[in-house]
């Protein structure tokens, strides 16, 4: 196998434990039964202020319909609430609940824990190479979170 072969797999292997991670946290209470998809929607509600169904069909480049179907199933859970735009009373603006927000602070945590958990196996100075270099790569995509 070539080098960059080998630190492609590296790449895949260490993916496939956040992966791993996330599986098993889709299985647990926190999660209100909630799926991939449901879970991925409530995270983007929370990055975008005055979070709207047209601003998350333009953003997931999706028809309206498929959002507000899969916002609905997200207020039956309660995980979010609609309420209308002080500008414009046809605009409903989407705000996730208090239960919204503690599936996402349970799910930011299970990533703090499995940032903990791999850097377990690491000294100083392979910390101190590692954040370097991860660093480097965030820099290099952080256009991906746009």
């Known amino acids: 196998m070539e080098p960059m072969d080998n630190l492609e797999q590296a790449v895949l292997d260490f993916s496939g434990l956040l992966d791993i991670f996330e599986r098993d946290f889709m299985k647990s209470r926190e999660t209100n039964d909630l799926t991939i998809k449901q879970l991925l929607y409530l995270s983007l509600i929370e990055s975008m202020p005055a979070c709207t169904i047209t601003a998350i069909s333009k953003k997931l480049n999706v028809k309206k319909p498929t959002v507000s179907n899969l916002i609905s199933a997200l207020e039956i859970k309660d995980l979010v609430r609609k309420r209308l735009s002080k500008n414009d009373a046809r605009i409903h603006i989407i705000e996730i609940t208090t239960k919204g927000k503690n599936v996402l602070a349970n799910r930011k945590k299970l990533h703090r ?34």
């Open 113 to 146: 824990d499995f940032a903990k958990k791999i850097l377990k196996c690491l000294n100083e100075s392979e910390k101190a190479q590692s954040l370097k270099l991860l660093k480097k790569i965030y820099d290099c995509n952080k256009e991906l979170l746009r």
